[in-house]
C-alpha cells in the first residue's frame, strides 16, 4: 500500500481545514494515524484510528479539535482540523501499520511502517 496526502494550504487562525490520505490498495487490514513535523522539530503524532473506525486516539493538544476517520470502500483516511491555531503549522503526514484487531495506542514513527509523502498546512494571520 501507498500513501498519499492531500489538502493542505494556509488558513487563519480559528478556521476549518479537511487533509485526506488515499491509498493505493485496500487499508483494511491496517490502523491508520496522522502525524505532523514542524519546522525545526521532530515528527510528532496527531490521531490514530483502528481497522474499522470506530476506535481513535488523539494528542492532547488535537483533542476536541480533531477528528480522523476513514472509508475503507474509499480507500482513504481524512483528517478534520477544526479551530486551527498557528502552532498548528505542519507538514502533516498519514501512516499506517497492520492492524492487531484492536487499537493500538502507537504514539511514534517507529510504530508506523508505511508513509506517505507530507502536505503542508500554515495557520497565519
Known amino acids: 500500500v501507498q500513501l498519499q496526502a492531500s489538502g493542505g494550504g494556509l488558513v487563519q487562525p480559528g478556521d476549518s481545514l479537511r487533509l485526506s490520505c488515499a491509498a493505493s490498495?485496500?487499508?483494511?487490514?491496517?490502523?491508520m494515524a496522522w502525524f505532523r513535523q514542524a519546522p525545526g522539530k521532530e515528527r510528532e503524532f496527531v490521531a490514530t484510528?483502528?481497522?474499522?473506525?470506530?476506535?481513535?486516539d488523539y494528542a492532547d493538544a488535537v483533542k476536541g479539535r480533531f477528528t480522523i476517520s476513514r472509508d475503507n470502500d474509499a480507500n482513504t483516511l481524512n483528517l478534520q482540523m477544526n479551530t486551527l491555531k498557528p502552532e498548528d503549522t505542519a507538514v502533516y503526514y498519514c501512516?499506517?501499520?497492520?492492524?492487531?484487531?484492536?487499537?493500538?495506542?502507537?504514539?511514534?514513527?517507529?510504530?508506523?511502517?508505511?508513509w506517505g509523502q507530507g502536505t503542508l498546512v500554515t495557520v497565519s494571520s
Open positions: 490498495g485496500r487499508i483494511i487490514g491496517y490502523q
Open positions: 484510528i483502528n481497522f474499522t473506525g470506530g476506535r481513535t
Open positions: 501512516a499506517a501499520r497492520p492492524s492487531q484487531g484492536y487499537l493500538v495506542k502507537a504514539g511514534t514513527v517507529y510504530e508506523y511502517n508505511i
